[in-house]
């Protein structure tokens, strides 16, 4: 029953193990700072790039479209739901970074 309340204090008071980790470690956790890969990024993960920045930019009626590899980088266009080109991004194949 002590083990209970302490719990319950401390999620009262805000402590958490986020909030008593390193600068380093949560940064780690951070879904949206680059990782160092051992592989190169695939087609695949390239297209779940682009659609999680289309969830992020909160773009609706978009998909993704054509994705082609070149010089280490891929190329996403991006499309209305018409099937229109509206951007086209430039995705990092050693990062996954998004460059434009």
């Given at each position: 029953?002590?083990?209970?309340?302490?719990?319950?204090?401390?999620?009262?008071?805000?402590?958490?193990?986020?909030?008593?980790?390193?600068?380093?470690?949560?940064?780690?956790?951070?879904?949206?700072?680059?990782?160092?890969?051992?592989e190169p990024?695939?087609?695949?993960?390239?297209?779940?790039?682009?659609?999680?920045?289309?969830?992020?930019?909160?773009?609706?009626?978009?998909?993704?479209?054509?994705?082609?590899?070149?010089?280490?980088?891929?190329?996403v266009v991006?499309?209305?739901?018409?099937?229109?080109?509206?951007?086209?991004?430039?995705?990092?194949?050693?990062?996954?970074?998004?460059?434009?």
């Amino acid at each position: 029953m002590r083990t209970l309340i302490a719990i319950a204090a401390a999620a009262f008071i805000g402590i958490s193990a986020a909030g008593a980790a390193e600068p380093a470690q949560v940064a780690a956790k951070d879904s949206t700072a680059p990782v160092a890969r051992t592989e190169p990024l695939t087609s695949r993960e390239a297209r779940d790039i682009a659609r999680t920045y289309l969830k992020d930019s909160k773009v609706r009626q978009a998909r993704v479209g054509d994705v082609t590899q070149r010089n280490g980088e891929y190329k996403v266009v991006l499309k209305s739901a018409d099937g229109i080109p509206f951007k086209t991004l430039t995705i990092d194949a050693a990062t996954g970074e998004i460059k434009g």
